[in-house]
């Protein structure tokens, strides 16, 4: 099938390997074997290609991609490190208005994907072959120029503030890690050998997140994906196992941290007391409480990358339809990643409470308070550095994509750039975080301001805002099948089919009689950054 846009070469490949119903099991696990090689062949390609052993085909058909590998890289981009902070929030929230708000934060961010996957499907941006603009495109369409460089300036601040804020955490963790599990005297060899906190990061960053960083696409990530909601998914059980073991016996440990740092102090002053707490004790705690959780489901800014590349894989496999699909695929994928972020959350920020009630808050997280004696806790360390160093190449990926379409446009017209400012940009966008990670050990506060005055603004705000002006536009067409002045933009020649035009149709009235999304968007929007920014100012202030 040929495609506007850039030229395309004919591709095989089996259709049978990206089938979403199976019969019976047999025809599932080759599914997944064919999923495990599709990902291989397009690593090694991407690999090649910066070795320089062939060039890169912008040409290629891409291939579909499958839910499960949509899931696990949407799980790893809302999943962070920030699941170590949760016990806290129960400590604010308390153990029944803690679950309650993670289920609105979830339900909040599900719903500011659909309304900006509304948009996009409403075939009305600008944008190229695809059909799928990006974020910045969605914005200036609904705000004008203005609100493009907003969304652009605030989507770099954030993939920066957030790559530093990785980099700082592994620096902590790894080292710690490294620490408990060699013996002392070969680990007083390493540090006067010069290896410290920097060394140990650069290590990490050289070896894993750096040469990830450079492959072109999404997809490709998909495995390192999986492995990193495995490491998370060994903290939470962790956590659990902890509580039991403790619960049933009788006996606790005093907070680990705690009582390290505070050797003249008998350690059972660390012991945790007190209990749990079902609600908040006063309105602040409450706030604080749904900032670090709406901040923990933070998915949108890799929902358009994602929905790009789902839509050229469906257009690759002979779809129809491939924005309807890809954007159903993606809807699905989101709601999944909510349940599982969800589920994963609280437990391991009931369980963590439960354990450590009145230490929850004290130390810098709650890994802090587990003891590194205990031969459970230990991988916590490790696997955590994993999740991240597996994580940065996202959010670098999310970054180097703004950047391009502004330094490039042609990339927003569905051009691959060169391998040389792929490269070089890739490198812009790691070494100045590298640089900052690495003088600096207290950015805590800082980061958590500037993340305050900008994702909720940019994550509910903006899909609101943008949801009800683009409804206010569909106000002005009478009949749902006008073609608006700037449709002549999309970069394509290639008509609508009768089955695409049903669909862009169906969307459109949506727009026009579903306004009402666009307001409760808003409505929460505002509350979200209101929130964010109290429990910023109680962060400096304390």
């Not at 890289?73 to 170590?84: R, S």
């Not at 999986?226 to 006996?251: E, P």
């Not at 599982?340 to 369980?351: D, I, N, Q, R």
């Not at 994702?455 to 509910?460: E, G, I």
Request: hydrophobic content about 40%; charged content about 15%.
């Amino acid at each position: 099938m040929s495609v506007n846009g850039p030229p395309v070469r004919e591709r095989t490949f089996s259709k049978r390997s990206f089938r979403s119903n199976r019969s019976n099991r047999s025809d599932g696990v080759s599914s997944q074997i064919s999923l495990v090689g599709s990902v291989i062949e397009d690593f090694v390609e991407d690999v090649s290609t910066l070795l320089g052993a062939e060039r890169y085909d912008e040409d290629r058909v891409a291939k579909p991609l499958h839910t499960t590998a949509v899931v696990f890289n949407l799980c790893n981009t809302t999943m962070g490190v920030g699941i170590l902070s949760l016990a806290a929030t129960y400590s604010y929230a308390g153990l029944v208005f803690g679950p309650s708000i993670m289920v609105i934060c979830a339900a909040t961010t599900y719903l500011s994907v659909v309304l900006m996957l509304r948009i996009i499907n409403s075939n009305r941006v600008p944008c190229d072959y695809t059909r799928v603009p990006t974020m910045e495109e969605m914005a200036e369409y609904s705000l004008g120029k203005r609100g493009r460089l907003w969304v652009q300036s605030v989507l770099i601040a954030i993939c920066l503030g957030t790559l530093v804020a990785y980099l700082v955490s592994i620096k902590g963790l790894l080292y710690e890690g490294v620490e408990q599990v060699l013996p002392d005297d070969v680990f007083n060899s390493l540090k006067n050998n010069h290896f410290n906190k920097n060394t140990s990061m650069l290590a990490g960053l050289v070896i894993v997140a750096l040469p990830l960083s450079f492959l072109r696409r999404i997809d490709g990530l998909w495995f390192t994906s999986f492995l990193s909601v495995l490491s998370i998914l060994y903290f939470v059980v962790m956590s659990v196992i902890y509580y039991s073991r403790h619960h049933t016996s009788g006996t606790q440990d005093p907070c680990h941290e705690l009582a390290n740092n505070h050797k003249e102090v008998d350690p059972s002053s660390y012991l945790p007391e007190g209990g749990v707490s079902p609600f908040p004790s006063s309105v602040i705690d409450m706030l604080q409480a749904f900032s670090i959780i709406s901040m923990s489901y933070i998915c949108q800014l890799t929902v358009f990358p994602i929905m790009k590349e789902l839509a050229k894989g469906q257009r690759g496999g002979g779809n129809q339809n491939p924005v309807a699909s890809a954007s159903n695929q993606l809807a699905k994928a989101t709601m999944v990643t909510m349940f599982v972020s969800c589920a994963f959350y609280t437990v391991a920020g009931s369980m963590g409470y439960a354990t450590w009630q009145s230490e929850t808050t004290k130390p810098t997280t709650i890994l802090a308070c587990y003891p590194t004696t205990n031969n459970i806790v230990i991988p916590v360390y490790f696997c955590m550095t994993l999740m991240l160093l597996f994580s940065f190449p996202l959010i670098t990926f999310t970054c180097r994509c703004t950047i391009a379409n502004i330094l490039y446009p042609d990339t927003t017209r569905g051009k691959e750039t060169s391998l040389s400012i792929h490269i070089g940009l890739t490198l812009a966008i790691c070494v100045p975080c590298v640089v900052v990670a690495m003088v600096s050990d207290h950015l805590t506060t800082v980061l958590s301001v500037v993340s305050a005055l900008t994702s909720p603004s940019l994550c509910f705000l903006l899909p609101g805002v943008c949801y009800h002006m683009a409804s206010v536009k569909e106000m002005s067409y009478e009949d749902p099948d006008e073609s608006a002045e700037n449709e002549k933009l999309v970069t394509t020649d290639e008509p609508l089919t009768e089955e695409e035009q049903e669909f862009v149709s169906e969307q459109r009235l949506m727009l026009k009689n579903q306004r009402w999304g666009g307001h409760v968007m808003i409505s929460i929007g505002v509350f979200m950054q209101i929130a964010c920014l109290i429990a910023a100012v109680v962060s400096v202030a304390g």
